[in-house]
């Protein structure tokens, strides 16, 4: 690390070091006389803002090289290093609890705050326990990236998750996707044990830190009580679950049509293997069979590999779109260092990822890139991760962040939506444009709608999980009862408590929190409508572009740079006015598929 640390004050809410980006909304400094405590504290923080920095640094870099080369040596050192980031929490945490009730200043405040629910993945402080631990991240990590399929009919071939969602997108065969399907499932099937120790001993971290659970621990950095969230996500649920109806209602009626009355049943659950993607979370591979007749179809799949970009040119293009709004050109070491194309000779993590290695200029995306519009959207979700990074670096550690995870996955979503088809005319991806309407809606409710329930379930189960609800006996059981409830979509097959299904998700064995996406889908329409309010644009917001618009771009950009100084309901306040996460922005972007398909839903049963 060759980042000197400014000793901390007061003043530590300005950034130390400004970027010549604009930063419009740099909160103001506050200037107070400490008292005796408070000047402890000041040096407490001080102390494990170095630390904590120096900690993810490593913890950041030894990820970087086992995501990129996964062998059974960057395993252990990959868990090394979490494991030293791992006591150092165990420290810290526990000595921050003697200010508990001090009058702390409110900047102290909030970072005591912050650093106790720091943490994804807590760790005992027994040094056995906490190397268990950090062994068994690793490993279900590598699994996971290494995982692979070989089906008795390839004759000892084997099919890695890339090759087998395409055939989930792509074959109509019911026995063909049946066998991919249950194939990728065999690889979790050894997390099972793992993950139950991994909660026993990741639980067993988070009471030493003074949370009941882990869960508890996740669901606290909302800047509301965690019960009030689970509340919250219900309320929201509540919001989008007739929509989502209408979509499943009508996607269901045209299984049929393909499969049968005797493989889909009319009025039931959708069987998971059918919706074009490995955990019915993305059903936009099913466009072409549920695309309404219209003039000018669009095949966007077929536009993007028209270009023959690289993979590099592909996220060249993801720039051109932040810097049309006025941010800066990405660094010279974001080209140097990223991973763009999935290398032949070694096994890396394809999930796509955004990293700030060292909290500074160094940031890099990882991702398998391919020829599709999949991929040209998943470009842009990731870089406003980067652009998220870049804009808050000037920070101490503490507040160096998103103001919540969620707004940090809706930066490239939200550039995202304006990638519409008079943008993709401008930049040659289409020849003839066509008139935005209901298809183009559709193929992005396939996408952004179909994806709310299983947004829902992952952590609905963690939660329970951690809370000790869910016992290792029914962990798939819970699993599949979540997701008939929710996405109602069941298994094909019966699945036992042999499988282990939610280590399917990457972001399970990753040990990634995931309700962060489901307020990001939402939170991403209301920063679409803000922003193309700003922007001066008076139609329906669905045909909205905010491409070039600066104005636009600098209010984007200051509510970043507020980083994480204030509780996000200010942020999302500077940016749209509104101080809740609310549905209605996407069901205004929505409406008309809405009057769509229920017109086409007029003889379908609604729900199952
Ligand atoms: O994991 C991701 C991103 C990286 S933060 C590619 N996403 C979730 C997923 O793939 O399941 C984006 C959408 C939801
Ligand atoms: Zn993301």
């Known amino acids: 690390m060759h980042r000197s640390l400014i000793p901390l004050t007061l003043l530590t809410l300005v950034p130390l070091a400004s970027s010549a980006a604009a930063r419009p909304a740099e909160p103001p400094a506050v200037q107070t006389v400490l008292t005796p405590v408070q000047e402890e504290v000041e040096a407490f923080l001080a102390d494990a803002e170095a630390r904590l920095l120096e900690h993810m640094v490593r913890k950041e870099r030894a990820a970087w090289v086992l995501d990129n080369f996964i062998t059974p040596d960057t395993e252990v050192m990959a868990a090394e290093a979490a494991q030293g980031f791992m006591a150092f929490i165990s420290e810290v945490v526990p000595a921050s609890r003697?200010?508990?009730?001090?009058?702390?200043?409110?900047?102290?405040?909030?970072?005591?705050?912050?650093?106790?629910?720091?943490?994804?993945?807590?760790?005992?402080?027994?040094?056995?326990?906490?190397?268990?631990?950090?062994?068994?991240?690793?490993?279900?990590?590598?699994?996971?990236?290494?995982?692979?399929?070989?089906?008795?009919?390839?004759?000892?071939?084997?099919?890695?998750?890339?090759?087998?969602?395409?055939?989930?997108?792509?074959?109509?065969?019911?026995?063909?996707?049946?066998?991919?399907?249950?194939?990728?499932?065999?690889?979790?099937?050894?997390?099972?044990?793992?993950?139950?120790?991994?909660?026993?001993?990741?639980?067993?971290?988070?009471?030493?830190?003074?949370?009941?659970?882990?869960?508890?621990?996740?669901?606290?950095?909302?800047?509301?009580?965690?019960?009030?969230?689970?509340?919250?996500?219900?309320?929201?649920?509540?919001?989008?679950?007739?929509?989502?109806?209408?979509?499943?209602?009508?996607?269901?009626?045209?299984?049929?049509?393909?499969?049968?009355?005797?493989?889909?049943?009319?009025?039931?659950?959708?069987?998971?293997?059918?919706l074009g993607n490995m955990w019915a979370q993305d059903w936009s591979a099913l466009y072409p069979m549920l695309a309404p007749v219209v003039a000018t179809p669009l095949d966007l799949d077929g536009a993007i590999e028209a270009r023959n970009w690289t993979g590099q040119a592909m996220v060249k293009q993801g720039e051109g779109f932040f810097r049309s709004l006025g941010f800066e050109p990405l660094p010279e070491t974001f080209w140097e260092r990223s991973l763009f194309v999935k290398p032949a000779d070694r096994e890396v993590v394809c999930h796509a990822s955004a990293w700030d290695v060292d909290f500074d200029q160094d940031v890099r995306i990882k991702m398998c890139i391919r020829s599709d519009f999949d991929s040209f959207q998943t470009i842009h979700h990731e870089l406003g991760h980067i652009y998220y990074y870049l804009a808050v670096r000037g920070y101490s550690p503490l507040l160096r962040r998103d103001a919540m995870d969620a707004f940090n996955e809706a930066?490239?979503?939200?550039?995202?939506?304006?990638?519409?088809?008079?943008?993709l005319g401008k930049i040659a991806v289409l020849g003839e444009v066509p008139e935005e309407g209901v298809d183009q809606l559709l193929r992005r409710a396939l996408d952004d709608v179909a994806f709310l329930p299983f947004s829902v379930v992952v952590d609905r189960w963690r939660w329970d999980v951690f809370a000790?609800?869910?016992?290792?006996?029914?962990?798939?059981?819970?699993?599949?009862?979540?997701?008939?409830?929710?996405?109602?979509?069941?298994?094909?097959?019966?699945?036992?408590?042999?499988?282990?299904?939610?280590?399917?998700?990457?972001?399970?064995?990753?040990?990634?929190?995931?309700?962060?996406?489901?307020?990001?889908t939402l939170l991403q329409y209301q920063f679409h409508r803000a922003l193309c309010r700003e922007?001066?644009?008076?139609?329906?917001?669905?045909?909205?572009?905010?491409?070039?618009?600066?104005?636009?771009?600098?209010?984007?950009?200051?509510?970043?740079?507020?980083?994480?100084?204030?509780?996000?309901?200010?942020?999302?306040?500077?940016?749209?006015?509104?101080?809740?996460?609310?549905?209605?922005?996407?069901?205004?972007?929505?409406?008309?598929?809405?009057?769509?398909?229920?017109?086409?839903?007029?003889?379908?049963?609604?729900?199952?």
Not at 232 to 258: C, F, G, I, N, S
Not at 411 to 423: E, N, Q, V
Not at 562 to 591: F, M, N, Q, V
Request: glycine fraction near 8%; include cysteine.
């Open 535 to 608: 922007a001066g644009y008076r139609g329906p917001i669905y045909q909205c572009s905010i491409h070039g618009n600066e104005q636009a771009g600098k209010k984007l950009q200051a509510m970043m740079a507020l980083g994480a100084t204030r509780p996000w309901p200010e942020a999302l306040k500077a940016l749209s006015g509104e101080t809740r996460i609310d549905a209605s922005a996407l069901l205004e972007y929505y409406a008309p598929l809405r009057r769509w398909l229920r017109q086409q839903n007029n003889r379908n049963p609604i729900g199952w």
């Open 468 to 520: 000790g609800g869910v016992q290792p006996q029914s962990f798939n059981t819970r699993w599949w009862d979540l997701v008939r409830a929710y996405q109602g979509v069941a298994p094909p097959v019966t699945r036992t408590e042999e499988a282990f299904d939610p280590g399917a998700k990457y972001h399970v064995p990753a040990n990634v929190p995931y309700l962060r996406y489901f307020l990001s």
């Open 411 to 423: 930066i490239g979503d939200t550039i995202a939506l304006s990638i519409t088809p008079t943008y």
């Open 98 to 274: 003697k200010y508990d009730g001090t009058e702390v200043t409110p900047v102290q405040r909030r970072k005591l705050d912050l650093l106790r629910t720091w943490m994804d993945l807590p760790a005992p402080r027994d040094p056995g326990r906490r190397a268990e631990l950090a062994a068994i991240t690793a490993r279900m990590q590598s699994t996971y990236g290494a995982g692979s399929y070989c089906p008795p009919h390839l004759e000892g071939r084997c099919l890695d998750l890339d090759q087998l969602s395409e055939i989930l997108a792509t074959s109509r065969d019911w026995d063909e996707l049946l066998d991919a399907w249950m194939g990728w499932r065999e690889v979790s099937v050894p997390m099972r044990e793992d993950y139950t120790r991994f909660v026993q001993l990741a639980n067993q971290g988070a009471r030493e830190l003074g949370a009941a659970d882990v869960g508890e621990i996740w669901r606290s950095r909302y800047d509301m009580p965690p019960e009030k969230l689970v509340a919250e996500v219900d309320r929201l649920w509540a919001q989008v679950k007739p929509l989502y109806q209408d979509l499943h209602a009508y996607t269901r009626a045209q299984l049929v049509k393909t499969y049968g009355a005797d493989k889909v049943p009319e009025r039931g659950l959708i069987p998971a293997h059918l």
